[in-house]
């Protein structure tokens, strides 16, 4: 806990906005790393949303209020250890990591960002223009202490974007011998478009399925007062989720063992994460009702210039009107606001009603990047080679020793 060594940045190249916050070249950075429970003072936290707001690539995943809760949930013992990058003691970067015995059922020993199966996106915050920085200082530290780690595994990875470009260039051969590859590549619905939000609902879907939708729309009008209520705020927000639990878990998740409300440590996780959102303005909720009662409900979290659509359950009772589906028509009005440019599904590859309707895709990426000595590269090297075989992708990176 809280072991620190310092790298002077004199004469270090600054990737893109050098000058953020007036870090100039001559400045000290220090890279550490602290145990998660370190982080959740009130100074802590007030750095970290610092941070939040500076940000080269937005990833609500891991900011205050999303990750603390979800630590708190899932992580009661400290197993999650914090990277920070400070420059001139203010909070620059900043990436959990933990350092895992098993490699997808194998038993191979690497450290990783920590993600969990309600965070969709693994990419470090890093302040714009220390991009590269980062990766630089994030590398050194893995070296000096890889303990038994054979690698640094990153998941959940976005393959465009500043943060993917320091890092492809800080791992390009002619800077560095550092074996890295891809393993792993999907493709989820992404909503990024010039359009408004109906002239994107009239050329995502044909003539006839939009003509269906307007009918199920109809048929539950008639069965007694249809509403769809949108919300910006924090105003009961407990009661809010409640009731997206109790939805949520009458469906199939339910019946599967697998809706939030099935844990304890995941209905905490979704509670404590949707009121952290709502009091910083980061939290949009849709619900539709009948005669008062949800039968769907969305959240998203707001990060401008990006969003993130979290979570959505639906009242399978009125399946055969598609409530699910007529509540993501109302989630088009995220093209028509200013600060959003786009939104990502979170979503898995091949979703059978989402990729159907909004047209774009995002790309996400695992990758394993070899740390320590040459020694334990090599053996990293081969077992990268091993896995990718007859179908790796590597990201510009080489995979050699």
């Given at each position: 806990?809280?072991?620190?060594f310092h790298l ?246 339910g019946k599967s ?67 699910g589906v007529l ?75």
């Amino acid at each position: 806990m809280g072991k620190h060594f310092h790298l002077e940045t004199r004469g270090f190249p600054l990737a893109g906005d050098g000058c953020v916050h007036g870090a100039l070249r001559g400045t000290q950075a220090v890279f550490s790393a602290c145990d998660w429970r370190d982080m959740s003072s009130v100074d802590r936290i007030s750095e970290w949303d610092a941070l939040a707001q500076i940000v080269a690539e937005p990833n609500p995943f891991f900011e205050s209020w999303f990750m603390l809760p979800a630590l708190d949930a899932l992580d009661p013992q400290g197993s999650v250890t914090i990277l920070k990058l400070e420059v001139d003691g203010r909070l620059f970067g900043l990436m959990p990591v933990k350092r895992e015995n098993r490699y997808y059922g194998y038993p191979v020993p690497h450290l990783r960002n920590w993600v969990h199966d309600n965070c969709f996106l693994g990419t470090p915050l890093v302040a714009r223009g220390f991009e590269r920085m980062f990766w630089q200082h994030l590398f050194s530290w893995a070296d000096r202490r890889p303990r038994m780690a054979a690698f640094l595994h990153l998941t959940q990875m976005p393959t465009t974007g500043p943060v993917h470009d320091a890092l492809q260039t800080y791992l390009t051969p002619k800077d560095n011998a550092r074996p890295a590859a891809t393993v792993m590549l999907e493709t989820r619905a992404m909503l990024s478009s010039t359009d408004t939000s109906e002239q994107y609902f009239d050329q995502a879907l044909s003539t006839k399925k939009r003509k269906e939708l307007r009918r199920q729309q109809r048929r539950l009008a008639e069965m007694g007062t249809l509403e769809v209520e949108k919300l910006d705020n924090a105003d009961a927000i407990a009661d809010w989720s409640q009731n997206f639990l109790a939805l949520e878990r009458r469906g199939w998740k339910g019946k599967s063992g697998s809706a939030l409300a099935c844990d304890i440590a995941t209905q905490s996780l979704f509670c404590g994460a949707l009121e952290g959102a709502a009091q910083r303005g980061r939290l949009q909720r849709f619900a539709m009702t009948l005669d008062g009662q949800p039968i769907a409900m969305l959240a998203n979290f707001l990060t401008a210039p990006g969003a993130f659509s979290f979570k959505t359950a639906f009242d399978e009772d009125f399946a055969r009107f598609s409530p699910g589906v007529l509540l993501q028509r109302e989630n088009l009005a995220m093209l028509d606001r200013d600060d959003i440019i786009w939104t990502d599904s979170c979503a898995a590859q091949d979703h059978p009603m989402i990729d159907h309707f909004w047209r774009e895709r995002r790309t996400i990426a695992r990758h394993s990047i070899g740390i320590g000595g040459p020694v334990r590269r090599a053996i990293f090297a081969a077992l990268a080679r091993h896995e990718t075989r007859g179908r790796g992708k590597p990201l510009n990176m080489t995979v050699s020793a």
